[in-house]
Nanobody
Framework: QMQLVESGGGLVQAGGSLRLSCAASGRTFGVAIMGWFRQAPGKERDFVASISRSGLVTSYAESVKGRFTISRDNAKNTVSLQMVNLKPEETAVYYC????????????????????WGQGTQVTVSS
């Protein structure tokens, strides 16, 4: 099994920045696509961004393009999400996810596409 642990959440003012990190441990060999999702209270869990095994191919939700950047460090088994110009409506629990196959992260933008999930980290953006 593989475990994912998110960190870096917190309270930030609108327009501010945060960097989320996700550390994978356990059976991490062969992890392919990694992604970030978010879930606001009373809403479904939504896709935010995903990244290929190499880190060279990324995919973003339209609402975050140009403001969020996903990256990964395979040597450290981590994936990060740099978020800038945050908006109050982006207040949510942010989840890291992973799957052990796949090439194009654009194909994996749904909750059901991922086998492994972290517990989530709270991001609160105040207005």
């Amino acid at each position: 099994q593989m475990q994912l642990v998110e960190s870096g959440g917190g309270l930030v003012q609108a327009g501010g920045s945060l960097r989320l990190s996700c550390a994978a441990s356990g059976r991490t060999f062969g992890v392919a696509i990694m992604g970030w999702f978010r879930q606001a209270p009373g809403k479904e869990r939504d896709f935010v961004a995903s990244i290929s095994r190499s880190g060279l191919v990324t995919s973003y939700a339209e609402s975050v393009k140009g403001r969020f950047t996903i990256s990964r460090d395979n040597a450290k088994n981590t994936v990060s999400l740099q978020m800038v110009n945050l908006k109050p409506e982006e207040t949510a629990v942010y989840y890291c996810a992973a799957r052990k196959d796949g090439f194009n992260p654009g194909y994996y933008r749904t909750v059901g596409s991922y086998e492994y999930w972290g517990q989530g980290t709270q991001v609160t953006v105040s207005s």
